[in-house]
Nanobody, 115 residues
Framework: QVQLVESGGGLVQAGGSLRLSCASS????????MAWYRQPPGKQRELVAL??????DYRDSVKGRFSISTDNAKNTMYLQMNSLKPEDTAIYYC??????????WGQGTQVTVSS
């Protein structure tokens, strides 16, 4: 069984920064893709950023502000979030995709950006 555990969420003022971490119990290099999703209050879950071999992708509203990365030695994925806005307030979820195991989700971490 694979576990993904997010951390790093919290309360921050607009313009501030946070770094989210997603620790995996399995080698992150074993996944064909990993991603961060978020669910704003009262809205559906949405893709924020995705990372796969030789590629990264971001939703338009976070381009230039957020950066996704992985550290294979630590089996961890990160989301560096800069210039945060109140509209970034959401529960952020870690996601991993495996051919053998399907799609795995973390439990989520709350990010709140105050104006």
């Amino acid at each position: 069984q694979v576990q993904l555990v997010e951390s790093g969420g919290g309360l921050v003022q607009a313009g501030g920064s946070l770094r989210l971490s997603c620790a995996s119990s399995r080698l992150v290099s074993s996944f064909y893709a990993m991603a961060w999703y978020r669910q704003p209050p009262g809205k559906q879950r949405e893709l924020v950023a995705l990372i796969a071999p030789d590629t990264t992708d971001y939703r338009d509203s976070v381009k230039g502000r957020f950066s996704i990365s992985t550290d294979n030695a630590k089996n961890t994925m990160y989301l560096q979030m800069n210039s945060l806005k109140p509209e970034d307030t959401a529960i952020y979820y870690c996601n991993a995709k495996s051919l053998a195991l399907g799609t795995i989700w973390g439990q989520g971490t709350q990010v709140t950006v105050s104006s």
